[in-house]
């Protein structure tokens, strides 16, 4: 059985859903877009980015009894799991999905129907409400083996793996990262690679796999490798005008959250990055006429992302930078190939959401300067506390420590309902008259 | 026994002792007594939230918010330090903008205890974070005396030995105190120091043993007792809470007593000891089980959830152990509600229904 679900998805993986996708692209009718004069053409690479992330949701659909299948958190250390050829599905790039699609509010009513509090975090709803009624826009997700989470994010993903690991009845491993409080210490690292060591048994007792260590360094030098192209993409947007939006950018993220650690990710940076440069060449913008240049913080509210890109650009303000886009280039640097273990405790425990809010004030300021924002957008997300809390002081700060104007909007990454449309577009008139003042 | 104000009060002015504001849940009480600093957990202070809304979005909970308050109002001018324990998102962040935004000029200390599953490495790090936070306290306070800590490590033991007395008489029914008073006095732990909270506790014990009255006995999960309301509600209508799933109350105060003779192998082994509790991640598995124990060993009817609204890590849970509750024919109420709010007219009556059900 094993054996023919193995051949079943390496011959879809390889063959069969490239040339159903191509297939797929032939056939689909064009419609004419529409072009908004507010923006500059669109980057090509969308179109590969697409293929991409059809073919990793479409695959699986095989993945199921073929390879062993983890649910992981966006911040886990998934190289570990890479070194037993783990398929990886991350639920919170289903839910970020779900909310674009704008099915989001209606899967999070099938967990609060189920008992789930509307004041939990949506992307943990939308994944509950997935699991009791089968319902997703990608088909079909496979059930995992294993939950894999990390607690660098926020202490939110273990609330919620923990349920998922008694509704699927099996194991959940934590990486627990400590609290940046004020620095890291070796106590923290040794405890950090310990979780690591000690992950190594049982992932081996899942996969049927054993640890192999060249392989881990392999996985390790790709997701560096990626991350830093990654960082570079990003980098372009410090150039004037720059040559796409922080909204393109929340797409792009994509890969680099679920297929850290894959070749494919690598190469879809790498001719990203190569698109990004010949438009700074050639002084291509993402948006026509770039007037100010403005900064967003955390998650997106994947549900509005296209009305606040037309919002924005119609009155020439594009966002060049965001602390959350950020996120995956950021420690990134630390990987080392010769020490992998103590390198990923490092390069995970370090992320923004892990550390304090010195730690995020003086990052901000960083991006600010370098990439000459005017402005910053902060997105008060009601299911991401961590990401949220001392917005406020921090929206404070930059003002009267580098007179940047800010906005704060109330809403949520995924479900539509909290938004308020008059108090958004109340808030946004006043931030565009003090920008344009 | 004075009220809380003036005892902290006495207890510097008096003893000498310095005064640490401990925001929950989890910490080593034991190594602050030892060092001469009295713990004074903020966890509900009876104030309107005003200044600390500045600073906070409305989907914070109350305890956060009214912690913050707490010291916006300029109510913590006497303490002498801050412990921020590791138990949430909300707190985790808080504890960074009172120590780096606020510009308050005492010193702010982080304590992080490893999350469940654990493993060997949790045990050896647990066990590092206690003796890289009395490095810390050291600094400021001076050495650390051994015999001192070894000695409080057994009146802490002590402490939980008797509150386990009291424990044990509530769920067989022996003990006569009203709910109100039963969470009075445990309560009161949270900021007596233990020279003082131990005799209290066996000078109640001696006198609170006897037949509870006749009514259902219940289980409250939650986070703690308040609003306090309720308790009283359920005095007057019978109710008794046999036992609790409380993470002010029974999840970290009935610790198991540890037979190890190093007071920093003692703690160590009392914390992975403990009841499972959603800010150590425990999995839903062993609080279902912890759960049932409790109801079959009280004998209780029903299990009443009392949740701080937005309180993420208890939410999560509720779902699992309502259903597997209901299974076993087990009734439950589900409240959620602010701090300090007076009880509705509209939640009375939903307890009211809920004992007719049990009854």
Redesign the interface.
């Known amino acids: 059985m094993y054996l023919i679900k193995n051949l079943q998805y390496h011959f879809m993986k390889d063959l069969g859903l490239p040339a159903l996708m191509r297939f797929s692209q032939r056939t689909k009718k064009r419609r004419p877009k529409k072009l908004d004069t507010c923006f500059g053409p669109p980057l090509t690479s969308t179109g590969r980015l697409k293929e991409i992330m059809t073919r990793h949701y479409l695959l699986s659909r095989y993945a199921e009894g073929a390879r062993p299948v983890a649910w992981v958190t966006s911040g886990a250390p998934v190289e570990l799991l890479r070194a037993f050829e783990f398929y990886t599905f991350y639920p919170e790039n289903h839910g970020a999905l779900c909310g674009a699609q704008k099915v989001g509010s209606e899967l999070c009513e099938v967990a609060e129907g189920k008992g789930y509090s509307q004041d939990l975090c949506s992307y943990a709803r939308i994944d509950l409400g997935v699991c009791f009624s089968g319902r997703t826009p990608v088909g079909k997700l496979p059930k995992p083996d294993l939950l894999f989470a990390s607690n660098n994010i926020c202490q939110t993903v273990v609330y919620w793996y923990k349920v998922l690991a008694y509704h699927w009845k099996v194991p959940l491993i934590l990486f627990d990262t400590p609290y940046n409080f004020k620095d890291i210490a070796d106590s923290d690292i040794s405890y950090m690679v310990g979780q690591l060591e000690e992950m190594i048994p049982v992932l081996e007792e899942v996969s049927g796999k054993e640890f192999n260590y060249q392989r881990f360094q392999d996985v390790i030098r790709l997701a560096k490798e990626a991350s830093l192209t990654w960082g570079e993409v990003l980098a372009t947007m410090k150039a004037r005008p720059a040559p796409m939006t922080i909204f393109d950018a929340f797409g792009h993220l994509a890969p680099i959250v679920s297929l850290r650690g894959l070749p494919v990710a690598l190469n879809y940076y790498r001719v990203l990055l190569n698109e990004l440069n010949d438009r700074v060449k050639k002084g291509i913008g993402a948006i026509t006429d770039e007037r100010k240049r403005l900064m967003w913080d955390n998650i997106a509210i994947w549900y509005k992302v296209r009305d606040l890109s037309n919002r924005f650009a119609e009155r020439g303000m594009n966002f060049v930078a965001a602390t959350y886009t950020n996120a995956w280039a950021e420690t990134i640097s630390y990987l080392d190939i010769n020490h992998p273990f103590e390198s990923l405790a490092k390069a995970y425990s370090l992320v923004i959401l892990n550390n304090n809010l010195n730690h995020r004030f003086e990052l901000m300021e960083r991006l600010v300067k370098e990439y000459g924002v005017d402005g910053l957008v902060i997105h008060s997300a009601r299911s991401c506390k961590p990401y949220s809390v001392g917005q406020y002081d921090i929206k404070r700060l930059l003002m009267d420590r580098l007179g940047v104007p800010s906005v704060v909007i109330e809403a949520d990454i995924a479900d539509s309902r909290v938004f308020s449309e008059e108090q958004t577009r109340t808030r946004l008139e006043a931030f565009f008259e003090a920008m344009e003042a | 026994m004075a009220k809380r104000e003036e005892y902290i009060d006495k207890e510097k002015k008096e003893k000498g002792k310095k005064l640490f504001g401990i925001f929950p849940a989890q910490y080593p009480r034991e190594i602050l007594w030892a060092m001469n600093v009295l713990p004074v957990e903020i966890w509900d202070p009876p104030l309107e939230v005003i200044h600390a809304n500045?600073?906070?979005?409305p989907?914070?909970c109350s305890v956060?918010r009214l912690g913050l308050e707490l010291i916006l109002q300029g109510k913590c001018e006497g303490l002498d330090g801050f412990l921020?324990p590791?138990t949430?998102?909300?707190i985790?962040?808080?504890?960074?903008?009172v120590?780096?935004?606020l510009g308050v000029k005492k010193p702010c200390y982080?304590f992080?205890h490893?999350?469940?599953?654990y493993?060997?490495?949790?045990r050896?790090?647990y066990l590092?974070?206690l003796k890289?936070l009395v490095a810390r306290l050291e600094k400021q306070l001076g050495p650390l005396d051994s015999s001192q800590l070894k000695h409080r490590v057994q009146q802490g033991q002590e402490v939980a030995r008797v509150l386990k007395q009291l424990y044990d008489l509530r769920v067989q029914g022996e003990l006569e105190a009203s709910n109100a008073d039963f969470y009075r006095v445990v309560r009161r732990g949270e900021y007596l120091s233990p020279d003082d909270f131990l005799p209290l506790l066996e000078e109640f014990l001696a006198a609170a043993k006897g037949s509870a009255q006749g009514g259902p006995a219940v289980i409250m999960s939650g986070v703690l007792p308040n609003p306090k309301e309720i308790l009283t509600l359920l005095d007057e209508l019978g109710v008794r809470i046999a036992h609790d799933d409380l993470l002010n109350c029974s999840r970290r105060l009935l610790v198991p007593p540890s037979r190890a003779d190093d007071p920093f192998e003692a703690l160590t082994e009392s914390y992975f000891a403990m009841p499972p509790c959603?800010t150590k991640?425990s999995?839903?598995?062993e609080r279902v089980d912890d759960l049932l124990a409790k109801v079959e060993q009280s004998n209780a009817k029903g299990v009443i959830f009392y949740m701080v609204?937005?309180c993420?890590?208890e939410?999560?849970?509720?779902?699992?152990l309502?259903?597997e509750l209901r299974k076993r024919g087990v009734a439950t109420l589900l409240i959620?509600c602010e701090l300090n709010q007076n009880l509705s007219g509209q939640l009375a009556t939903r307890v009211e229904a809920f004992f007719e059900m049990i009854s």
């Open positions: 500045a600073h906070l979005q989907y914070i956060v921020f590791h949430c998102d909300s985790q962040n808080l504890s960074s903008i120590s780096d935004y982080f992080y490893p999350k469940s599953p493993q060997d490495s949790s050896v790090y590092e974070q890289g959603t991640d999995s839903v598995s609204k937005f993420e890590p939410l999560f849970d509720v779902p699992q309502t259903g959620d």
